[in-house]
T-cell receptor
């Protein structure tokens, strides 16, 4: 059973702080990883993708991937109240023809003004 | 192109009725995914298509669920003899190819009464 695990939170950080979101996955065949942001009642919105070990930065967001540890993380710098949402981690690209994404349950982030 | 489009946005149906949802993916995307999401959970994979071929279907998916993508463009998801447990947000996503970024539509919220 392929699984993606996330701490459900809630994670609460003050405005301007760094928010750190973590995710682990069970299948070493995973090749691609994605972070989605989901506001209450809305659909998931893609914010980051990462395919190789190391860090990938995009504005205030940094995704980190460690395939040896089967660990993915997302850092949000200078957190804003508008970042308050549920963050979903997804892994994909399992072997063969499989191509579906497996999602974690999400971590709820609350940024306090 | 304005992104993935789903119709209807909301559907209320009586238990035992059949419902059909439509998804129009981003035009150049050949992969189309269906997910289901309930409150507090991450999206649960249902099925995906590459062009018109349905390549994978969740083993957890009831026989009451069927999906088609007849010409490799739009897709429909039909639920027969709906049950209260089918109440959820049904999400469609599309991507250009395997392992690449998938973008979600706004979702169809189904309520079975």
């Amino acid at each position: 059973q392929k699984e993606v695990e996330q701490n459900s939170g809630p994670l609460s950080v003050p405005e301007g702080a760094i928010a750190s979101l973590n995710c682990t996955y069970s299948d070493r065949g995973s090749q691609s990883f994605f972070w989605y942001r989901q506001y209450s009642g809305k659909s998931p919105e893609l914010i980051m993708s990462i395919y190789s070990n190391g860090d990938k930065e995009d504005g205030r967001f940094t995704a980190q991937l460690n395939k040896a540890s089967q660990y993915v993380s997302l850092l949000i710098r200078d957190s804003q109240p508008s970042d308050s949402a549920t963050y979903l981690c997804a892994g994909g690209g399992y072997g063969g023809s499989q191509g579906n994404l497996i999602f974690g349950k999400g971590t709820k982030l609350s940024v306090k003004p | 192109d304005t992104g993935v489009s789903q119709d209807p946005r909301h559907k209320i149906t009586k238990r035992g009725q059949n419902v059909t949802f439509r998804c129009d993916p981003i035009s150049e995307h050949n992969r189309l995914y269906w997910y289901r999401q309930t409150l507090g959970q991450g999206p649960e994979f249902l099925t995906y298509f590459q062009n018109e071929a349905q390549l994978e279907k969740s083993r957890l998916l009831s026989d009451r669920f069927s999906a088609e993508r007849p010409k490799g463009s739009f897709s429909t998801l039909e639920i027969q003899r709906t049950e209260q447990g089918d109440s959820a947000m049904y999400l469609c996503a599309s991507s250009f190819q395997k392992n690449t970024e998938a973008f979600f539509g706004q979702g169809t919220r189904l309520t079975v009464v």
